[in-house]
């Protein structure tokens, strides 16, 4: 993770510190968690405790950090404060009570911990921030007509060759061009706005609209492949209930059946919601080659790939650039639909066993 992305990354965190007040609310709970002990025989100290506690849990359930992006929570693993915001929190410190709901000296402790690590993280991140500025590191901040579409490779796809990756490289950009046409006509090359190195990553520039368009279609897979990944777990179920083999091919032949006509369906959704302005011969290559290229990011996002889109967040009464009114609403719609569809790509859990296995055969054109 470059230096730019951590310093947005960093900026971003403080931020959503001070907007949950979680430093000031655990100093709290853990001083009326110690008046509890003390006085074990006023109510109103474990009252408090629970006025604290569901002030902080409100404010976490509401957290904007469990819908980063993987490649912000990779950051966040990085610096090592995975575990200190939104959802993650909350489990820890609602652990804490339900697993020392009888000692609550050892629940005094773990949350003391808490406390000190998380006021220890505000500290450091402003000391970051305030050191980034100084030394004129700027923000890696996207502009308002601006979409970022990163692509994370494993690095046990590509065994850490560097040929092999300069290869899938060369497959991402055929993979991912033929949006550009589909959605605005023009099939200019590919824009490179970061290259990180931690993970195998390449972040690309893009219009919202060619964006948006990304965007449904990874959203469309990831929803297939979590239809799979169901099924799978169904029929592990089964097999541990030890249901006859023999009774259990049709799993698999069933799961088969559906991958490739819901790839045609969506190839064909994205040619009818974006393909009017091509001509009919045109239209037709186009047709062929997103159809390839759907199967390849189904085969990557299968294989532990991940593909996530950013987009800087656009109130109603803001403009974006000047121009036409059309325009305008167009590009407000395109990051309303990156944002909703970035928000259920970011969620994906994977097995890390492969689950499509589909074949590849590059039709696409040059």
Sequence with gaps: MNTTKIHVIARDLLKELKRTSATSLLQQATQSLQQRINQPQQPNHQQQLTNHLTNLYNKLDSSPIDDYSPAWRDA?????????FGSKLEEKIRDIFERNQITP?????????IHEEISGTES????????????????????KDECEVGVIVPRSYVDDNMKTFGSELVQLEKTLIVFSELATGQREPLRIRQISSSELSIFLQYLPEIGACVAIAVERIVALYKQLLEIKKLKKELVA?????????????HAASIVSPALDGLASELMEQYGDHLDQSRKNEISIELRHSLNKLA???????????????????????EGGEIDIDTTKQAIRQIVESGAKINHLEKTGEPVLFLPEDDGSSE
């Design 299 to 321: 085969n990557r996002i299968d294989r532990g790939f991940n593909i996530e889109l950013r987009v800087n967040p656009i109130e109603e009464e803001e403009d974006l650039e």
């Design 76 to 84: 966040m693993h990085e610096l090592g404060v995975s575990e200190e």
């Design 124 to 143: 450091n991140l402003t000391s970051l921030v305030n050191g980034l500025e100084y030394f004129g590191v700027g923000e890696d901040v996207l502009k």
């Design 241 to 253: 209930q030890e249901v006859p083999e023999e009774q259990l091919t049709g799993i698999d032949a």
């Design 105 to 113: 000296q050892s629940a005094l402790e773990e949350l003391t911990k």
